[in-house]
């Protein structure tokens, strides 16, 4: 697995284009926006699919170490009507602003979660879609066009944790064996997932209280509890996609992460 030593953006640019030209990704012709979400209630429902599905009981095993704590944080979130805020596709949780994950961030102890869902992997992934591996090989012609790509190889190389996301209890169990593991790190979460997945899960975000930033994803998303769980399966015939304005600005919080790592 390769990664860009030295990182530059238009280097990085002008490869993908030439990448472009000898091999184009097979995009979809239509890409529509976002459809509205066409559940109701789903906060509950997603609590209630997070406990149903932990198959392993990753996460039941770290809540019953404190259960009184986790509980009360979580009621109190369920009780708010929304589990974060929001500016355009940025969902902050526990946090008011970028502005506030850049200066998290530069905590000597800060600890990076940054998160990319499969279903925006190109579908000729040499990875494969449905999968926690991605080589992000800057000289393979599907990665260099691919965004997870350059973001990943956008990263500091320290401090930072980029993971592959293929489900809801990889990422949520992920967190809180960190949490576990290094209780003397600040932990923080930069991930991208539909908006279903991002309205569902806030409030596990808002219990274990890790600070961290949802991107919302474009394209063919989920907007039923029936295509999440397909999805979730590896059922995922669509794209989803970072819009361009919200790559930028990614990316410019990475470059802040790289300024912050140095």
């Given at each position: 697995?390769?990664?860009?030593?030295i990182?530059?953006e238009?280097?990085?640019?002008?490869?993908?284009?030439?990448?472009?030209?000898?091999?184009?990704?097979?995009?979809?012709?239509?890409?529509?926006?976002?459809?509205?979400?066409?559940?109701?209630?789903?906060?509950?429902?997603?609590?209630?699919?997070?406990?149903?599905?932990?198959?392993?009981?990753?996460?039941?095993?770290?809540?019953?170490?404190?259960?009184?704590?986790?509980?009360?944080?979580?009621?109190?979130?369920?009780?708010?009507?929304k589990?974060?805020?929001?500016?355009?596709?940025?969902?902050?949780y526990?946090?008011?602003?970028?502005?506030?994950?850049?200066?998290?961030?530069?905590?000597?102890?800060?600890?990076i979660?940054?998160?990319?869902?499969?279903?925006?992997?190109?579908?000729?992934?040499?990875?494969?879609?449905f999968?926690?591996?991605?080589?992000?090989?800057?000289?393979?012609?599907?990665?260099?066009?691919?965004?997870?790509?350059?973001?990943?190889?956008?990263?500091?190389?320290?401090?930072?944790?980029?993971?592959?996301?293929?489900?809801?209890?990889?990422?949520?169990?992920?967190?809180?064996?960190?949490?576990?593991?290094?209780?003397?790190?600040?932990?923080l979460?930069?991930i991208?997932?539909?908006?279903?997945?991002?309205?569902?899960?806030?409030?596990?975000?808002?219990?274990?209280?890790?600070?961290?930033?949802?991107?919302?994803?474009d394209?063919?998303i989920?907007?039923?509890?029936?295509?999440?769980?397909?999805?979730?399966?590896?059922?995922?015939?669509?794209?989803?996609?970072?819009?361009?304005?919200?790559?930028?600005?990614?990316?410019?919080?990475?470059?802040?992460?790289?300024?912050?790592?140095k």
């Open positions: 697995m390769s990664k860009l030593k990182w530059n238009e280097e990085w640019d002008r490869g993908a284009k030439k990448c472009a030209q000898k091999l184009p990704l097979k995009v979809p012709r239509h890409m529509p926006n976002m459809i509205p979400i066409a559940e109701s209630g789903i906060k509950w429902k997603g609590l209630v699919y997070l406990i149903r599905h932990d198959k392993e009981k990753i996460i039941k095993r770290y809540l019953l170490k404190h259960p009184l704590r986790y509980a009360t944080r979580l009621l109190a979130s369920l009780c708010k009507k589990s974060y805020t929001r500016d355009r596709d940025f969902f902050f526990n946090l008011k602003d970028a502005t506030e994950f850049i200066q998290l961030a530069n905590h000597p102890q800060a600890l979660v940054v998160g990319f869902s499969y279903c925006h992997k190109p579908l000729e992934c040499p990875s494969g879609r999968s926690t591996e991605c080589i992000h090989d800057p000289e393979h012609p599907v990665c260099r066009q691919c965004f997870i790509g350059k973001a990943v190889n956008a990263l500091p190389e320290k401090a930072v944790i980029p993971l592959f996301i293929t489900t809801i209890h990889y990422i949520g169990g992920t967190l809180l064996e960190l949490q576990d593991q290094h209780p003397d790190k600040k932990l979460f930069l991208t997932a539909c908006e279903m997945t991002l309205e569902m899960f806030g409030d596990f975000g808002n219990m274990i209280r890790v600070p961290g930033i949802g991107v919302r994803l394209g063919r989920c907007n039923t509890m029936r295509a999440f769980d397909l999805s979730e399966k590896g059922i995922k015939p669509g794209l989803t996609i970072v819009r361009e304005e919200t790559q930028s600005r990614m990316l410019e919080l990475i470059a802040a992460l790289r300024d912050a790592k």
